[in-house]
């Protein structure tokens, strides 16, 4: 099956540093690409789309500017927080679909899980 | 706008017994419709979708879901429930057009005991 791997799992880090989230789809291209942050005890949020070669598409309400999306190749995505502050505390995850997305289910990576101290 | 709704926050069910984790939907075409676990500190793992055809739809882990167009739900159903079946479902819905995102609702925590 489509295997997707996020990369690290866990991060702890000082305020006001960056930290960089990797998700990579190991065996197949993934046209587009998924980034969720999600709370303790609630469902996922939609944070933004990204898409190979081209500019992620941001949900109302997420700072473009404050996590940094890139989609460089069509096997990796990465999400940076930038100048990450306690609030930014949370379990981040990443999805991947294949070419033709609307029939194929989203193939998810195991999270990362981030503390800001 | 497409929503979805899981009206429980958890199900509780003895192992051996059926258990069902209900979810109703909302869309303004077609319905194309999932289901995810989720354990601890873990990522999702796709369970079933519906796209079309047989309302009932048979996936992972002995796990099915009915479709049903007229009361517009999709219940996952498992015949017979294991202890390693608690973990947190997420049921969730496709939006057409665009980059085909999808929608999750609330999640439903399911716990099976022993």
């Known amino acids: 099956g489509a295997v997707v791997s996020q990369h690290p799992s866990w991060v702890i880090c000082k305020s006001g540093t960056s930290v960089k989230i990797e998700c990579r789809s190991l065996d197949f291209q993934a046209t587009t690409m998924f980034w969720y942050r999600q709370f303790p005890k609630q469902s996922l949020m939609l944070m933004a789309t990204?898409?190979?070669?081209?500019?992620?598409?941001?949900e109302q309400g997420v700072e473009k500017d404050k996590f940094l999306i890139n989609h460089a190749s069509l096997t990796l995505s990465t999400l940076t927080v930038t100048s990450a502050h306690p609030e930014d505390s949370s379990f981040y995850i990443c999805s991947a679909s294949l070419r033709s997305p609307l029939i194929s289910p989203q193939h998810f990576g195991d999270g990362t899980r981030l503390s800001i101290l | 706008a497409q929503s979805v709704a899981q009206p429980e926050d958890q199900v509780n069910v003895a192992e051996g017994n059926p258990l069902t984790v209900k979810c109703t939907y909302s869309v303004s075409g077609n319905p194309y419709l999932f289901w995810y676990v989720q354990y601890p500190n873990r990522g999702l793992q796709f369970l079933l979708k519906y796209i079309t055809g047989d309302n009932l739809v048979k996936g992972s882990y002995g796990f099915e879901a009915e479709f049903n167009k007229s009361q517009t739900s999709f219940h996952l159903k498992k015949p017979s429930a294991l202890v390693s079946d608690s973990a947190l479902y997420f049921c969730a819905v496709r939006v057409e057009g665009g980059y085909n995102k999808l929608i999750f609702g609330a999640g439903t925590r399911l716990a099976v005991h022993p």
């Open positions: 990204s898409n190979e070669g081209s500019k992620a598409t941001y």
